[in-house]
């Protein structure tokens, strides 16, 4: 099992069915557990999962509609309940602490955690979370509100150590770290010993970008460029293109046409709309994967690996 994963917990858009819960996703990377998006049903989706909601540290919503926020009262009820300490941060536009915050002191009151409010300028891509393997940057979206998706990237890795090489050499272990990182060794007469002959090429680093909800949009394209993963809206197939763009979403076509211009290397389609079947789902899929063949439909407990 990889370090870096995504899980599915929501795919289908704002009008209720059978079929999915609204948006949310999971993001594990090295244990550490991130929330996209918390539509009606999270916490359903997560026991399903057998994801245990106290370990999410940040959540992240990228827009104030319904289907990808009205979960968020009952998730913090539910972690105040259970006597969660420390901080939960909730990274959204700056109305959300607004919204939520009377929501909270209302249902939740004397919380045993601190819950933090972060707001991002959806206008601009920016790092919004950091740490020292990983950057979260917001992706700006087109949408009938403010909107932004998300992109997680891992940051450069460290060079494989090549352990004898460097006892050969009587290289003292606490400069292992530096050699990792690239430097050099110089022995006592002088000589330096490159670093290519005492590591090897790091692990290649993963990227995965969130991208709901949005009308068509090729300005994020150099910012999601080469990605491992994307998610990619999907809510209408494109005969339906006009109703898309109107209420400010994408269609199949659409969602695949960006994977191909990106050059990503696979997309995962959803948000469907309720009017789709199963096999309304599989056109999606179809015509997604007439521009860009490695597409797969979202579906609650799909895990994704990076």
Not at 130 to 136: A, G, M, Q, V, Y
Not at 162 to 176: F, H, M, N, R
Not at 236 to 255: P, Q, W
Not at 272 to 295: C, H, I, M, P
Request: with cysteine; proline share 4%; net charge negative.
């Amino acid at each position: 099992m990889s370090d870096f994963s995504v899980t599915i917990l929501g795919c289908g858009s704002a009008k209720p069915s059978l079929r999915h819960y609204t948006s949310a996703q999971l993001v594990n990377h090295r244990s550490n557990l991130f929330l996209i998006d918390c539509g009606e049903g999270v916490q359903r989706a997560m026991l399903r999962n057998g994801i245990s909601m106290h370990k999410i540290g940040h959540i992240f919503l990228s827009h104030l509609h319904g289907d990808h926020c009205l979960g968020l009262v009952g998730l913090i009820s539910t972690l105040g309940l259970g006597q969660r300490t420390g901080k939960i941060v909730i990274h959204a536009c700056s109305d959300a602490e607004r919204v939520f915050r009377p929501l909270f002191d209302f249902f939740c009151p004397q919380l045993s955690m601190e819950v933090e409010f972060q707001a991002f300028d959806h206008t601009k891509s920016e790092i919004i979370y950091e740490d020292k393997s990983l950057e979260i940057i917001t992706i700006p979206l087109h949408h009938r509100v403010p909107c932004a998706g998300f992109l997680f990237r891992e940051k450069p890795k460290p060079r494989h150590l090549l352990v004898e090489e460097c006892q050969k050499y009587d290289i003292p272990t606490a400069y292992y770290q530096g050699i990792t990182m690239g430097r050099d060794w110089t022995m006592a007469d002088g000589t330096v010993i490159a670093n290519a002959d005492l590591t090897t090429d790091p692990s290649p680093s993963k990227s995965y970008a969130y991208c709901s909800d949005t009308i068509y949009a090729e300005s994020i394209v150099p910012i999601i460029k080469g990605c491992d993963l994307l998610y990619h809206e999907a809510t209408f197939a494109n005969d339906l293109s006009a109703i898309s763009k109107e209420r400010g979403h994408s269609t199949a076509l659409e969602a695949g046409t960006i994977a191909r211009l990106a050059e990503v290397k696979q997309l995962v389609i959803g948000h469907f709309s309720s009017r789709y079947d199963e096999e309304g789902e599989q056109s999606l899929l179809a015509e997604a994967k007439s521009v860009f063949e490695n597409t797969v439909l979202a579906k609650e407990r799909k895990v994704l690996e990076l």
